[in-house]
């Protein structure tokens, strides 16, 4: 989840500082939320802009997805739960596990999320349900298996 939605954020035009922040976030995110933690209300259909991201004081909406925000220094990042992601915390709990494979499930992010018109990328659900779902399975056991073979390697 972490890898396909900083490649998302990065089609719709965040920096890879924020990208890697909003990966990261939204996965720790969905995470909480498959236990039962509640989601904010989405905004309506009618409400997602053309524009990608809209920037409120403490909050951030990327299509209709909403994550808060905090400065640190100067660069904004995305937090849950009191904690910012950064995108040293993006290497840390993503790329590391990845080891030189990371290079190829980024390079397949960024082509799998290419093949989507901006509106399924602006959406929440939509996003969730045509790209993230079809293909989490597959992606998941594949790249368990190159994490697996790099921290095997090491």
Do not use: C
Request: net charge positive; aromatic share 12%.
């Amino acid at each position: 989840m972490a890898i396909l939605q900083a490649a998302r954020a990065i089609e719709l035009g965040l920096s890879i500082t924020q990208a890697k922040s909003w990966g990261l976030n939204r996965s720790i995110f969905y995470a909480a939320a498959k236990k039962g933690f509640k989601k904010p209300a989405l905004r309506s259909r009618e409400q997602i802009s053309s524009k990608p991201v809209e920037k409120k004081k403490d909050h951030y909406f990327l299509g209709n997805e909403m994550a808060y925000t905090a400065k640190k220094g100067r660069r904004t990042y995305f937090m849950i739960g009191g904690k910012l992601q950064t995108e040293i915390d993006f290497e840390r709990q993503i790329v590391r596990r990845f080891g030189t494979n990371f290079k190829d499930a980024w390079k397949e992010s960024l082509k799998i999320i290419q093949e989507y018109p901006k509106e399924i990328l602006l959406s929440q659900n939509r996003f969730f349900q045509d790209v993230y779902r079809p293909r989490r399975d597959e992606l998941a056991s594949k790249w368990s298996q190159m994490s697996e073979f790099e921290q095997n390697a090491s």
